[in-house]
């Protein structure tokens, strides 16, 4: 298996035949609004272009994972920088097939999306000759996440190939310390940017979550998220001091845009 870091939460899982793209956001640099005015520089998103070998990258997309994309239907709340407009005229143009939470679906077929399945919490779901499973995903602390998108982390199973939990957008609730201490994947990508918006208080883990999930991940951990909007202020060199202070350096991988990592089964 080879995991292909594109840029924040999007990436590309490359198993055999499939390659499997990972909530699409593939915009220019400085296409988005700022997500934060006020408690983080004011930047226009993404604040870094989409590296050179994405566009190689991507001419191999078979499928697409989305793991969440809107709230209340509206599309003037969708989670941009999980899919963009370039991301969506990316899957429309190929159409590709999509894989996203039940909530999702109907909101993804108004706009042209081809969505191939439609995943319920916890139900493991055939894909691909293998399983995928969505894991319940809660987009920040107290009320915040009520006007959050509350999507799904996914659990994927592939013939031959290690497993992998993808947190998606989350804090570290009891649904993830389940995925991890039940389903015992082999890879999890922790979204690891610490985002927060101008009200409330953070949207992803903080930085101590972070901590604790990759202790309790029985296998390595991915972190992405990091260092490509402007409401997530953790660096990579900041998560990796952490990371190498609490002796967890060799259990955790924190991949620049356009690298690709290769991951073997034991």
């Not at 994405?54 to 191999?60: K, T």
């Not at 941009?80 to 407009?85: I, K, V």
Request: charge should be neutral; aromatic fraction near 6%.
């Amino acid at each position: 298996m080879k995991i292909h870091h594109l840029r924040n939460a999007t990436f590309v899982i490359e198993s055999g035949a499939h390659s499997i793209l990972i909530d699409p956001m593939l915009g220019a640099k400085g296409t988005l609004p700022p997500f934060s005015v006020f408690r983080h520089r004011a930047r226009k998103n993404p604040i870094v272009s989409l590296t050179s070998n994405s566009s190689q990258i991507l001419d191999r997309i078979s499928h697409c994972l989305l793991t969440h994309s809107q709230r209340f239907g509206l599309k003037p709340l969708s989670h941009l920088d999980h899919l963009d407009s370039a991301g969506e005229s990316f899957l429309k143009e190929k159409n590709i097939p999509v894989v996203c939470p039940r909530d999702d679906a109907v909101y993804l077929k108004k706009y042209g999306m081809n969505v191939h399945t439609a995943l319920e919490y916890w139900k493991a779901t055939p894909l691909l000759g293998g399983k995928i499973t969505a894991i319940p995903a809660q987009h920040g602390h107290s009320w915040m996440h009520y006007l959050m998108a509350n999507g799904a982390g996914f659990y994927l199973q592939l013939p031959g190939e290690p497993s992998i939990y993808i947190s998606g957008d989350t804090v570290y609730t009891e649904d993830v310390k389940r995925a991890l201490h039940e389903l015992k994947p082999d890879i999890s990508v922790v979204a690891a940017g610490c985002a927060s918006l101008d009200m409330g208080g953070p949207i992803l883990m903080s930085v101590e979550e972070v901590v604790s999930f990759v202790e309790a991940a029985p296998g390595k951990v991915i972190a992405n998220h990091l260092q490509a909007l402007n409401h997530c202020p953790v660096t990579r060199k900041e998560l990796g001091q952490t990371m190498e202070t609490k002796g967890l350096s060799g259990k955790i991988c924190i991949p620049e845009d356009g690298e690709t990592i290769v991951m073997d089964c034991d």
